[in-house]
């Protein structure tokens, strides 16, 4: 697979895209409440990404392979310990709980993924700092994109923030490319050296998605064979963004009020 250099019309289209994303974590929001089940959120997006939004969610029916089922909901959500990809089911919120949705829906052809942390009421202070530190390090990875960096540099900010706040990063899940195609090239890591890896070039989407864990970096696999939880059962947060890399530096495309 080849990284994909956005028209102008390409990039517009992704525009559209990441603005539908963004729309749904908007909308869901007084939905993510105590008492709530992450099917029920499952249904709430659904709804609104197919009857509102005139869109299709990318994550329904998608990934089968020989020894994996498809996805089978529209959307992730990632209670406490998940770290990323898990299943909308009976999972009922309580107060406490941190919870990352992650969306991504297809526009005319193109996606937009975004994905962010919620609280269920007050979350604890060890939960909140993680959440707010994952968000800031997705920051400092955005603030690197222009053309002419590399990928090692935004990896390397991210890495730095989060651990010098005493946080691990995973390192088997990254960012990637992204258009037509849900994923492409190029993985986007959240760890790295300044001055390697890929050089950015105006009209390039990736997203930026760090997942960062309060406890270890080692993660595993459940037998559902696409939700990921901490090896050692700590809390574990992801915020996202889609990014373009413009002629003078980045444009995120994911954006919702207030944000950034």
Request: net charge neutral; aromatic share 6%; glycine share 10%.
């Amino acid at each position: 697979m080849s990284i994909t250099i956005k028209t102008a019309e390409e990039q517009q289209k992704m525009r559209e895209a990441g603005a539908a994303a963004a729309q749904v974590l908007v909308m869901i929001e007084p939905h993510v409440r105590a008492g709530i089940s992450t099917e029920e959120l499952n249904r709430i997006c659904h709804d609104y990404i197919v009857r509102d939004l005139g869109c299709v969610p990318a994550p329904l029916g998608y990934g089968q392979t020989p020894t994996r089922p498809a996805f089978p909901k529209s959307i992730c959500t990632s209670v406490n310990h998940v770290v990323c990809h898990g299943i909308p089911g009976p999972k009922v919120l309580k107060k406490g709980d941190v919870l990352n949705i992650d969306v991504t829906v297809i526009k005319d052809g193109f996606h937009g993924d975004t994905s962010r942390m919620f609280y269920v009421g007050e979350p604890s202070i060890l939960a909140r700092r993680l959440a707010e530190t994952t968000r800031e390090a997705m920051i400092e990875g955005i603030r690197r994109v222009a053309p002419g960096a590399r990928l090692g540099d935004i990896g390397h900010a991210v890495q730095r923030h989060a651990e010098q706040r005493g946080f691990s990063i995973v390192r088997e899940y990254c960012g990637h490319g992204i258009g037509r195609i849900f994923h492409e090239d190029p993985q986007v890591l959240h760890y790295g050296r300044p001055g390697t890896g890929l050089e950015l070039q105006p009209g390039m989407t990736f997203t930026i998605e760090p997942m960062v864990n309060a406890g270890r970096a080692e993660v595993k696999l459940l037998p559902d064979a696409w939700t990921v939880v901490t090896k050692d059962h700590s809390l574990s947060a992801q915020w996202e963004h889609t990014v373009l890399v413009t002629e003078s530096g980045y444009e995120v495309l994911t954006l919702r009020n207030g944000e950034l």
